[in-house]
């Protein structure tokens, strides 16, 4: 039974100032509207929903933080069982005549990151067909030539890199000591007297005329680069385009509709698609032609170049059943049991361990973190993304519960230590939903039917 829900939140900041004062707009009254499929309407054995507790949260968490909005899903085995927008999609503006647009179960929200699982998924498939091996060598696969500047030699390390250590993060890129490229769009375009944004092979030969900066297999070191690589090598494997592969045989599979390829301009935001709040409005040369400032969140990157790396927008509820497919007892699949636990194993094979050498709690297996269940075989993987003006979260847990957050902002949250929405939503969210894996007392399962007021605000 879908049930619809309405609150009204008091729209403050963390030092206490009504939040749409502090946007320099009139009080409005913020709506969400939830979808909520209880126990008694599926499939679940014994199982209850008590949807309270992330209504809660989240309504809580958006209006501390001062957040534009979010949207929320979480399923158990396969089974959505809650959906849920919070705050505005697009905050009240002269655009939509100062009413805003509220957040829904199926906005549409950038994942970023989260777009590396999705990367994983399409590698692993071709794996499992075996049209490729973990052990093979990207420049076997891609073999573009490396752009060399001055005296610039090129680093033969290159030629070590292996399918598995781009997806585990091992390739040898570390942007902490040189730069990411995939933000380095002007500067890479230059360098071969083109105009930006500078195009995805150009950006690979670029990087394929420097040098590593560490030997690959060495150590782990978070790249983007390395799944643009992986985007190359499944359009040369399928001779497909990245994106058309990744829809055929992953989304239309498993029915999934509310997973698009992102766009950079906000003139070519999708029907559905959230707008992007940065923590502090600003503007930006672009790099799009006439390369005149725009809003931070819409052309100071090529967000069509992030393809397999980040650039894919989706509904909370479109990745959780993705992610759910992965489940052992998913009942339509699209990658096999034994490629799934592959994707969630260390890709050396080895322990993880931590810079002590002691045994570490979490590790980056092929495209996702992986936290190992004490004294189990089970483990709960998940993935965030962030870019600027939003920030989201998928989680697979080890007892059937599956739940993604995207946010249109990504102003750092929480109050001890601030950091991003979705790092600080991340340990809530596990509270909240073992709260609502509670029974439903009855008297409240009666109410849940019907429209109601969560709570009054008042300015």
């Known amino acids: 039974m879908l049930v619809a829900r309405a609150v009204s939140l008091p729209l403050k900041n963390n030092a206490g100032i009504p939040m749409s004062k502090t946007l320099l707009l009139p009080t409005y009254v913020l709506l969400f509207f939830t979808a909520v499929l209880h126990s008694a309407e599926n499939t679940l054995p014994k199982k209850n929903f008590n949807p309270t507790a992330l209504e809660d949260l989240i309504a809580g968490f958006i209006t501390e933080n001062n957040l534009p909005g979010a949207s929320v899903a979480v399923a158990h085995h396969g089974k959505v069982v809650f959906a849920a927008g919070f705050g505005y999609a697009e905050l009240p503006d002269e655009k939509n005549g100062n009413r805003g647009v509220p957040a829904a179960p199926d906005s549409l929200y950038r994942i970023a990151s989260i777009s590396k699982p999705i990367t994983s998924i399409a590698i692993m498939q071709l794996v499992e067909k075996k049209k490729l091996s973990l052990s093979d060598k990207v420049t076997d696969i891609i073999k573009f030539d490396p752009f060399l500047e001055g005296d610039a030699k090129p680093d033969q390390r290159w030629k070590q890199i292996t399918i598995a250590q781009l997806l585990s993060h091992t390739g040898g890129f570390d942007r902490a000591k040189s730069f990411d490229p995939m933000f380095k769009s002007v500067q890479i375009a230059k360098a071969f007297n083109k105009p930006s944004p500078a195009s995805k092979e150009d950006v690979i030969r670029y990087m394929m005329g420097r040098q590593l900066d560490f030997n690959p297999g060495e150590r782990f070191a978070y790249s983007n680069l390395g799944f643009c690589l992986l985007g190359r090598v499944i359009e040369k494997i399928s001779n497909q385009s990245y994106n058309d592969y990744v829809a055929e045989n992953i989304f239309k599979p498993l029915g999934i509709d509310e997973i698009k390829p992102g766009k950079s ?4 935001r999708q029907a559905n698609e959230v707008v992007y709040y940065p923590p502090t409005p600003s503007k930006a040369n672009s790099v799009f032609p006439p390369y005149e400032p725009v809003d931070t969140a819409y052309g100071t990157h090529d967000h069509e170049s992030l393809d397999a790396v980040g650039g894919w927008i989706a509904s909370a509820r479109a990745l959780v059943k993705l992610a ?22 260390k890709a050396d094979g080895k322990p993880p361990l931590d810079k002590d050498g002691k045994p570490a709690p979490t590790f980056y297996a092929l495209g996702w973190n992986v936290r190992p269940v004490e004294n189990s075989s089970n483990a709960n993987t998940w993935h965030n993304g962030a870019l600027s003006g939003t920030s989201t979260l998928l989680v697979r847990r080890h007892d059937g519960y599956t739940w993604a957050v995207l946010f ?6 929480g109050k001890d230590k601030p950091t991003s929405p979705s790092g600080a939503i991340d340990p809530l969210m596990h509270k909240a939903v073992d709260e609502a894996d509670k ?9 849940s039917s019907k429209f109601r007021l969560l709570r009054q605000f008042h300015d």
Request: charged share 20%; proline share 7%; no cysteine.
């Open 265 to 268: 301009l906000a003139s070519h």
């Open 408 to 413: 249109n902002g990504s102003k750092p949250s």
């Open 324 to 345: 759910s497919s992965l489940d052992d007892d998913a009942l339509v699949r699209v990658l096999g049991k034994e490629a799934t636990k592959v994707m969630f194993s």
């Open 439 to 447: 029974p439903i007392p009855v008297q409240q399962a009666f109410k």
